[in-house]
């Protein structure tokens, strides 16, 4: 619950887009309020497999927060494999289908991937750059336009920060 208050103290002050590399069920039951509560926005990498796990937001569910227009919802992979890791194939199923599943529930186009684990090489971010406008890394700091849009760098932010530190970080 401290947690919780501390979001809202944050998205209060802040009062700024948001961005939370995230997939589980708390986007619906926890995020998804407060940012109705401050029209605040935010956008969700979603593995599109995990639609049909309890532990995640269900169809109905990633749907209705995409309508409200506060959730972005953008890919994060089919099965959440590490790309690096594979090629060929098996690289074009994760980054395309993960897509137009995506695409499919809400029905609006899904530009940008999160990359597993924050994971990425040369020939990933170039296979990526066939499906998506965008690719993001889960660390590495600020993004600075004229950087590569393709290994995107952000400010990662741990669950219970305090608001002191999340203001230096984002300073
Ligand atoms: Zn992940």
Redesign the pocket.
Known sequence: MVYIFQVEDVLSRALKAAER?G?YRDNYTNLYPLLKKYGVKATV?M?SDAVYSEEFMSIDQVREVSASGLISIQS?TVS?VQLPDVRGERLETELSHSKSILEGITGKPVVAL?Y??GKTNSAVASAASNHYLYAAR?SGGKFTCGNDPMTMSRIYIKRGLSISEYAALIN
């Open positions: 590399l997939l990498f593995i994060h959440h999160g597993p684990v889960s």
